[in-house]
């Protein structure tokens, strides 16, 4: 494979050389990457340092998958402008439960480490701590674009945030990092790992940074905005989010996530070839295949799915919003702008207004935007 597949689509290859050296030493590199577990999901994006976490295992090197446990109890500042909200402990560990299985979407599991840093941070007594925060200097952590800006808007940085960049330094040195991946936004992070790792009489590892995929929305793609792809979401569903990118963005993704160049010729073919790659890779060639069916016959052709979901309703009038809301998630302010709109539909016919007798209901295919639809049961006052 080369040192060329290793860095494929790197931004940051540092210390210029090293990885080279790293190479000639004949053992098995240890490649960390750490996750924070702030929602349930693995996306897509989130996939492309895993992506190159697995082209080191190929090579027969250890990939060290750390689950942010303990980190996501602080939160990473990293491309914020405020603090990220905490979750509690049981959302965290919840999350962490998920990791794993969607991780093994790209991972070779034979040659994968999965550690949570709760097994050493948790540990760290107080003088522990101040050992740790003497590896750098508040001159050096307000480098930081981030911190720079909130700090001369005058915005507040906690102690914790401060700390964040040497906690996860502090897991390179728990697991011997020989490499760490991340993406561009993880540089600074990445970067004082090696500090930490000097001052614990370490050597320090090498950096590889990927660049971040931007979604259908322009925005990079992220889990607590919404414009994301989870690697264990329904077939039907991510091949129909893959199918809302812009042609413009074929390039980024065929390069990121299909690591070769977009094919020539019609755009919506390589769209859906890369929908069905996608899908493909999750949860196998059978059901790549349904979900383009599915998405053909929803979204193309306009056609309700076959096998539909019930929902029954109770009595003379049904609230739409609510109804929605309760079916398909989202606000009722949400349904309310999709029903002015003329998104919302039952057999074919638009719907206007928020209070629908049920009879005109009952037996409908309800259809909401373009790919949700529900039968309704109408039992009666």
Known sequence: MGIAELTRNAVHVQPEGALEEKLKLGRPLRVKLGIDVTSPD?????????????????????????????????????????????????????NADTYLEQAMVVLDPGRTEVRRNGEWLAGLSYADIVRLARTTTVARILERDDFEQRYRAGEPISISELLYPLMQGYDSVAVEADVELGGTDQLYNLLTGRDVMAAYGLEPQIVLTTPLLVSWDGEKMSSSVGN???????????????????????????????????????????????????VRRSWGEEAAQAAEEHFTR????????????????????????????????????????????????????????????????????????????????????
């Open 228 to 278: 994301n792809i989870p690697l264990r979401m329904a077939p039907e569903e991510q091949f129909g989010r893959t199918m809302r990118i812009s042609d413009d963005q074929l390039p980024q993704w065929y390069e990121l996530v299909l690591e070769q160049p977009p094919p020539e010729g019609d755009p919506l073919e390589a769209k859906l070839a890369l929908a069905r790659w996608i």
């Open 42 to 94: 693995i996306h897509v994006g989130r996939a492309i340092p895993l992506q190159r976490m697995r082209a080191f295992q190929e090579e027969g090197h250890v990939g060290v998958l750390i689950v942010g446990d303990y980190t996501t109890r602080i939160g990473d500042p990293s491309g914020r402008s405020a603090e990220r909200p905490v979750l509690s402990d049981e959302e965290i560990d919840r």
């Open 298 to 381: 929803v979204v193309r052709q306009g056609e309700a799915p076959e096998d539909l979901p019930e929902l029954a309703v109770d009595g003379e009038t049904v609230h739409l919003p609510q109804l929605l809301a309760g079916a398909f998630g989202e606000t009722t302010s949400h349904w309310r702008r999709v029903i002015d709109q003329g998104g919302v539909s039952a057999d074919g016919r638009r719907l206007e207004g928020y209070d629908v007798p049920a009879t005109e209901l009952d037996g409908a295919v309800l259809q909401a935007g373009k790919r949700r639809f529900v039968r309704i049961r109408a039992r009666g006052p």
